[in-house]
């Protein structure tokens, strides 16, 4: 039961940035993968994964005082803060298979919307 939440959540969010990097190029969020193996992609994805969903988690926790007192408005800035963090982490550490590039925080935040959305969409299929 666990395996097949993990299997469908690294699934979405392959998805998911599938989707942004490939048909909403406007986004100005692309990863290029310098090699075309599947565990390539899902090295990446499971990294996305892994921020998205296990690290953000702990830092909503962290600060849900700060959102209670914002309206849930600093939610937004955690999550384009992972996109960054995301884009830090590949082109620092795994910047041999693969790249992540971002443009303007605007674009950053429209991207972070978009994945939102996305996830809330598959998660119902």
Known sequence: ?????????????????????????????????????????????????????????????LTLPLNILTLWLFSVIINIWFIYLFQFVINTYFQTIATVQLWSFVQVAIVSIVIYILNLLLKKL
């Open 1 to 61: 039961m666990i395996i097949n939440k993990l299997i469908s959540a690294i699934s979405i969010n392959m998805l998911v940035i599938y989707i942004i990097s490939k048909y909403l190029p406007w986004l100005w969020f692309q990863v290029s993968f310098l090699n075309w193996a599947l565990e390539i992609y899902l090295l990446v994805w499971a990294i996305f994964w892994f921020l998205n969903v296990v690290v953000k988690k702990i830092v909503k926790i």
